[in-house]
């Protein structure tokens, strides 16, 4: 193919996969399958690796950044972005309505309504088409440069139609069922659970690595813009952000006057409980431009809109008991079984008491009368117990001394709350270890659930992930509700996770402190899956980004007689593990641990080939210089990150010292 070819090629691609995203994330309305996209995505790929001078700014290759960002720089808003004023009841939201007539003296005055979206503030700043910018909130005058954060971003737009100005204002949230996820992981690994989805929105989108910030997964709706364009309602805003592209929420309504507008408000109040993602109240906006510029804002908040907020639902109900669960992991997790009682929107009858030392501050026994809630309305937990009431027949809880599922031993480790099952093969572990590796993010194995890996667990069709490759038709056949279709297509789903990337293997196999980000850093190390498992501690923490913890859990892991049983099922079954990328042997990393900066025009490299080269020979290409920065990179008319290495001692290399340092 000749390189007016691959362009057009290359244009039709990125049309063809954006049109793909918007119609998956903001319409709901997927046309063809992930297997289908995933395929556009691979030859976008290889076509920009062929022909790098033709990759595009809005490529969706280009969504996630590279090495992990320094910091963040605080950039002035071009305009205040200011908090709403908070409303709790009926009564504030008709006086509300009587300071706007008085103020604008309009007897008619409309008004749009929007559910109040519980995630993080962030202005887009377009020119010429193109994101430039993205900000946080921050103090309401200047906030966070987080652009390589926001271009992670499936719906945000990363081009336009529009070419003149334009910034959009939005909130950037997560789904319900990406929130619980990420707790999930969290928990197993020991970290602190994000309190609620906004919590986690903001934390992700603070997190200095664009990787990890793409795989959380976030979202992002529009609730504003300002551009030179004529249009004279809010409304119009929207419906031409729309129009742009942006996704807008499709709950919004306008109505004349305040008795409907409470109406629609109070509909929302249990239905909300529905939504896929998280909403703590209503927005109400006078709706005419004009109107607004009139009312005008103090200092802290525009009087033309207000939040209208629901109230926080708690319940009361009682502990009937205190079970232990075991996860994929090991770890054991006290949960309460509760009384049932109606909580935002759902039915509770468990909550989550995380580890003993949380038992422990609550101070809960079996038999207590607790206050409940759903932290972010999501998870539901004990907040409170209410001692007051104690009848005396209330029961202390003790954590087990032998795992619950397998009574196998447990183990607390030093300056951790997790204590774990080392049984391998307890068959809680076996179900929690099968669903990770048959997981989207790691072998996709279609039409492998819960329910179908209890079933296969409990009858010992399975114990591990590698049997799942020796299952016959005939077995399968013969469990409960699996018919011909259902049993072919789950075989042929695990017949085609045999051609996975290493990178999923390597996460899919469950190793202790290896997520998704990590089993990438190591498939771009080695050629295979047989190289990691050879590698020592010291091989390990001589690649970038691998500490001495995970450097030891990846050595326990691959020793582990246990774990060579399963690789050679998997071997002789024919999974993949070898890397498809060519992968650079560690002793020839000659960057392994450094940092660099590229700057200026290379004759025989473009930049992004530059820092591809440089993360393949274990370096980290970074976009500014620091004290960090180990050499500066610098071509034709390098600009002002000279100045800066040599005010910071930075070592200088030109093209030919650079070419002469990786060709060693």
Same mark, same amino acid.
């Given at each position: ?25 903001? &319409? ?29 700014? &809005? ?37 509300? &309505? ?46 966070? %440069? ?21 910034? =959009? !204002? ?7 069922? %990406? ?26 989108? *603070? ?38 592209r942006f996704p807008v929420n499709p709950n919004i309504r306008?109505?004349?006057?305040? %008795? ?48 209208? *907020? ?49 038992? *422990? ?8 009368? =607790? ?120 075989l042929n789903g695990i017949a085609a996770s045999k051609e ?71 071997? !002789? ?63 034709? %008319? ?27």
């Amino acid at each position: 193919m000749n390189s007016q070819t691959a362009e057009k090629r290359i244009e039709r691609l990125i049309r063809e996969i954006n049109n793909h995203n918007f119609r998956y994330y903001v &319409d709901n309305n997927p046309v063809i399958s992930d297997a289908e996209y995933d395929k556009l995505v691979r030859e976008l790929k290889s076509l920009e690796e062929q022909f790098p001078e033709l990759r595009q700014p &809005d490529s969706p290759t280009q969504r996630v950044g590279g090495q992990p960002l320094e910091g963040f720089v605080t950039v002035a808003h071009s305009r205040p972005m200011l908090s709403l004023d908070n409303g709790y009841s009926r009564e504030e939201v008709r006086d509300f &309505d009587q300071r706007m007539h008085k103020l604008l003296g309009a007897e008619d005055i409309s008004y749009t309504v929007e559910l109040k979206i519980d995630g993080l503030a962030l202005a887009l700043v377009y020119e010429n088409g193109l994101l430039v910018r993205a900000i946080t909130r921050g103090n309401g005058m200047s906030g966070d %440069d987080i652009t390589a954060n926001a271009r992670t971003i499936s719906v945000i737009p990363l081009r336009i139609a529009c070419r003149q100005p334009l910034e =959009v !204002r939005g909130e950037a949230y997560l789904r319900k069922d %990406d929130f619980r996820k990420i707790n999930r992981q969290r928990e197993e690994n020991g970290e602190p659970l994000f309190a609620n989805p906004r919590n986690a929105a903001a934390g992700t989108l *603070k997190h200095l690595d664009p990787k990890e910030v793409s795989r959380r997964r976030l979202l992002f709706f529009a609730w504003a813009g300002f551009l030179n364009e004529d249009l004279k309602e809010h409304r119009l805003i929207l419906e031409f952000l729309r129009e742009q592209r942006f996704p807008v929420n499709p709950n919004i309504r306008t109505f004349r006057g305040i %008795d409907r507008v409470i109406e629609y408000c109070d509909s929302w109040q249990e239905k909300r409980h529905s939504l896929p993602y998280e909403t703590d109240g209503m927005v109400i906006k006078v709706n005419n431009l004009a109107l607004q510029e009139t009312a005008g804002c103090t200092s802290k908040n525009p009087r033309w809109a207000m939040a209208y *907020k629901f109230p926080a639902e708690q319940a009361t109900t009682r502990v009937k008991d205190i079970i232990v669960q075991v996860g994929r992991l090991g770890t054991l997790t006290p949960v309460a079984i509760l009384e049932p009682v109606f909580l935002s929107g759902s039915t509770v009858s468990r909550a989550s008491l995380h580890n003993q030392d949380e038992i *422990k501050r609550l101070g809960v026994k079996i038999n207590d009368r =607790v206050f409940v809630e759903k932290a972010g309305e999501v998870i539901p937990q004990v907040v409170r117990v209410i001692t007051e009431i104690r009848t005396g027949e209330e029961q202390d809880f003790v954590m087990p001394d032998k795992c619950p599922a397998c009574s196998g031993s447990l183990v607390r480790e030093e300056n951790q709350v997790a204590i774990r099952c080392i049984n391998p093969g307890c068959p809680a572990q076996v179900k929690e270890r099968v669903i990770h590796f048959a997981g989207r993010d790691a072998m996709d194995i279609e039409g492998l659930g819960w329910e179908m890996i209890s079933v296969l667990v409990d009858k010992k069709l399975i114990a591990d992930y590698a049997d799942l490759y020796y299952l016959k038709y005939d077995a399968l056949f013969n469990l409960d509700r699996m018919a011909e279709k259902s049993t072919e297509n789950l075989l042929n789903g695990i017949a085609a996770s045999k051609e996975r990337s290493l990178d999923r293997l390597i996460y899919g196999l469950g190793i202790r402190q290896v997520g998704s980000h990590a089993a990438e850093v190591l498939a771009a190390r080695f050629q295979s899956l047989d190289e990691l498992a050879a590698a020592t501690a010291g091989d390990l923490t001589a690649i970038p980004e691998i500490g001495p913890v995970m450097a030891d859990s990846l050595v326990q892991f691959f020793s582990a007689e246990t774990t060579k049983k399963v690789l050679d099922k998997l071997r !002789r079954a024919g999974v993949n593990f070898q890397n498809l990328n060519e992968a650079i042997p560690l002793e020839k990393q000659v960057l392994a641990g450094k940092t660099l900066v590229v700057t200026g025009a290379l004759e025989k490299y473009s930049r992004s080939e530059a820092e591809a080269l440089i993360k393949k020979l274990g370096g980290r290409p970074a976009a500014s210089v620091s004290k960090k920065t180990e050499y500066l990179v610098a071509g034709a %008319d390098p600009g002002s990150k000279l100045d800066k290495a040599k005010e910071l001692g930075v070592k200088i290399l030109t093209e030919k010292e650079f070419l002469g340092l990786i060709e060693k």
